[in-house]
């Protein structure tokens, strides 16, 4: 297997623009497939590969070449009062939604000091930390969730009911970065598996179980029977009450209430894609929060405050044969230094997307592979 750093790399700006013209090629609006491209390379400027470019073609280009998924998005403002909203997406682009939601979230906390939007029949939306972040950068607390296909079995259960339902913080600091946390409610997800069955590799055990209960670590052949149902993801903690499954099981099901109760949304195996053997829109709900840090105390003390917390936590004692330790958000500001000096590694698979769509829609790029 080869390692990230000996792939071919290209420049951030180039996949930008690749990704620009791919999404306008099947019918996206220029500036909707601009904010879907940066949204997408935010999480390969993060090092968050799973959500990056990736995405791209399985995701957003087939199912809007499958008609499940609408390159033009209409949203609809189902509710509206001070602080709250609830919106419909009418099965769009997740990212134009998300944003859009986001804004509405942050204009509320702006004036009120804090806003609430609720969405439904939405689509993927890439990485939840891309809208906390834009709070954070008004300065603000950003919180996100949003529910997805079923992945993850209960505990003690083993048929897959929850998606991986990320519960996202972003918080202003003092530093160079936010604190910045965006994470499944299962060991892993399943973009993250796609990463591992890119690389032609074995997942780490207790990630997925199989329908019988058994730890399973084959990548390839654990990605053809999550969408049977024959394998489902375990939740953070695993599959012990020892370990604390309940608890990434409850958190899942927090962010399972909270992307569909309120906005009237469709939930667990509605949002699986599939209905009468037919592919159908995901109709996936997502929550959006803004806290005005300045409805309760000065912006700059917050940050300080913040940053005296994180400071203090990477100070302290490091485990033996560790040299440092990370906050939330450090890890990713520091690759994204990275990625946006040296460009971002693509792997073989990878590149062969990249070829085929080249191929199929006559684009005009010449990458180095």
């Not at 306008?24 to 904010?35: C, I, N, R």
């Not at 008004?138 to 339902?165: D, K, Q, Y």
Request: aromatic share 8%; with cysteine; hydrophobic share 40%.
């Amino acid at each position: 297997m080869r390692e990230n750093n000996q792939y071919p790399r290209v420049s951030v700006e180039v996949l930008e623009r690749f990704m620009n013209d791919v999404l306008t090629k099947v019918g996206v609006p220029p500036e909707d497939a601009a904010t879907v491209a940066d949204v997408l390379i935010t999480a390969d400027k993060f090092g968050i590969d799973s959500h990056g470019i990736s995405r791209l073609k399985p995701i957003y280009y087939n199912r809007i070449k499958d008609g499940i998924l609408n390159p033009v998005t209409k949203i609809d403002i189902v509710r509206e009062g001070p602080t709250t909203a609830v919106l419909d997406g009418n099965h769009g682009m997740g990212h134009v939604i998300g944003k859009r939601a986001m804004e509405m979230a942050i204009n509320k906390a702006r004036e009120y000091g804090m806003g609430m939007v609720a969405v439904r029949n939405s689509s993927h939306y890439g990485i939840a930390g891309y809208y906390t972040n834009m709070a954070a950068d008004a300065g603000m607390i950003g919180i996100s969730g949003t529910n997805a296909r079923p992945s993850i079995a209960p505990t003690f259960g083993v048929e897959p009911m929850l998606g991986t339902n990320p519960l996202t913080f972003s918080m202003p600091t003092d530093e160079e970065f936010h604190f910045f946390l965006d994470c499944a409610t299962s060991m892993a997800q399943r973009g993250k598996i796609e990463v591992y069955a890119r690389l032609d590799k074995d997942i780490p055990e207790g990630w997925v179980i199989d329908n019988e209960g058994r730890i399973r670590t084959d990548t390839h052949g654990v990605l053809a029977d999550l969408p049977k149902g024959t394998a489902a993801l375990t939740p953070l903690g695993g599959v012990l009450e020892e370990t604390g499954s309940h608890k990434g099981y409850g958190y899942a099901t927090v962010v399972e209430i909270l992307s569909a109760a309120l906005q009237g949304g469709a939930f667990l195996h509605a949002l699986s894609g599939m209905k009468d053997g037919k592919k159908v829109p995901h109709a996936l709900g997502h929550f959006f929060i803004a806290i005005n840090v300045e409805a309760f105390t000065s912006l700059d003390e917050f940050k300080k405050t913040t940053g005296d917390i994180l400071r203090a936590l990477r100070a302290s004692k490091k485990a033996p044969g560790r040299d440092r330790i990370y906050t939330a958000g450090e890890k990713e500001y520091l690759t994204c230094l990275e990625r946006t000096a040296n460009g971002v590694p693509i792997n073989e698979s990878l590149q062969k997307e990249f070829l085929q769509l080249v191929e199929e829609l006559d684009l005009d790029y010449d990458f180095p592979f």
